[in-house]
């Protein structure tokens, strides 16, 4: 089995422009940090990738049972108790080689899947259902990337309400990484662009039509390459920071990306359009842990231009197992501190951390993992 931006059986490695704003006054009355909604598959097994509607009140994930029949399943819940909704898709296979992945919500209220059938260790494929609108509960059809069933997704930007999503993939009979722009409602894609980057980290301006990504030269160098989904045209400029890159995030409008690094405990915010760029370290790092303090996965809020960076390991409460989530603006200030999550797991780097925000409401979910992983959701307010 597989967790989103990692490959099985080849080596485990480790949204947005148009924004409904419902309830956002509502939104910031709440207390800041964890909300009581808590989303519980239906099956009890480890989700295996999530992501909420930004325009409406659905959100989607998958999960999978580690035992018995290897049961899998795709669903959807209500954003507002945590109810699941709907089983869309389920199945079971003999020897637990069949998973199911949610990717995400991908324009506009598409829900996008990735099933993974693996009857044997070099004969692995790849499927991708759509659930198009996720609120119709109800896989509508496939999403059909070049490369067929070869193809395995590593990353996918998240920017809901713009028709294209930029595409990170591992073509197994190649065994090379590919980027590429789609859009799943339409099943269209732009130049299929090989290059060799971050795994599982990938951005998109959406004012240029870019997809951000960041390469290591292995000497500890990081570089921040554009790729032009429209021409295929790459471009790179020397990075902040060092050490593997964790999450990636951008401003379209503002031509802002902003990443962690694992090693410096960082956070670097890149001007794209003068190719410059600065580092900013998560707070008490040298007095309270190590590199374990690092933050992992960005997400932007486009309405209240804020960028969200979660720290599983949290440096705000030290010999402790309790996570934090540590909101900047576009200047690389911090402007609020959410403590009090349950997000690290010492599976943290392959069933990675993620984020799925409602900037309208002012509001997301987050892991909450348990000894085997990703266990349920846990809503929260900024």
Known sequence: ?????????????????????????????????????????????????????????????????????????TETFDQRTGKILKIVRQGESSNCGDDDVTWGVVGSSVGLVEHQHSPSLDHLRMTFPVVNPLDGNEVTGSWLPPEKKSAEIWGVSRNQGTPINAFQVYNLPTQLFYVYGSNVAKNTFGPVVQITATPGVIGLNTKTQRAVLISSD??????????????????????????????????????????????????????????????????????????????????????????????????????????????????????????????YTERFDVLPVHMALH???????????????????????Y
């Open 359 to 381: 900037p309208g409401k002012r509001s997301g979910f987050v892991d909450i993992t348990d000894n085997e992983g990703v266990g349920s959701l846990q809503s929260f307010t």
């Open 218 to 343: 292995g000497s500890g160098k990081l570089f921040v390459n554009e790729v032009d989904l429209s021409t295929g045209n790459v471009t790179s400029f020397l990075g902040s920071g060092s050490g593997q890159v964790m999450g990636l995030a951008v401003d379209s409008a503002d031509d802002i990306a902003v990443s962690t690094t694992f090693g410096d405990a960082g956070v670097e915010f890149y001007d794209l359009k003068n190719e410059t760029g600065f580092e900013v370290t998560l707070p008490f790092i040298p007095q309270n842990c190590d590199n374990a303090c690092t933050g992992v996965d960005v997400e932007f809020d486009p309405v209240h231009k804020l960028f969200l960076v979660a720290q599983p390991i949290s440096s705000q409460q030290p010999n402790s197992t309790s996570s934090t989530i540590y909101v900047y603006d576009t200047h690389g200030t911090i402007k609020e501190t959410l403590n009090n999550f349950n997000f």
């Open 1 to 73: 089995m597989r967790s989103p931006g990692f490959s099985c059986p080849t080596l485990l490695i480790v949204f947005l422009a148009f924004i409904h704003l419902p309830n956002a006054h509502a939104a910031r009355n709440e207390p800041k940090g964890p909300a009581k909604v808590i989303v519980h598959p239906k099956l009890g097994g480890v989700i295996f990738g999530f992501d909420v509607d930004q325009n409406g009140s659905e959100g989607l994930l998958s999960e999978s049972l580690l035992g018995g029949k290897c049961h899998y399943a």
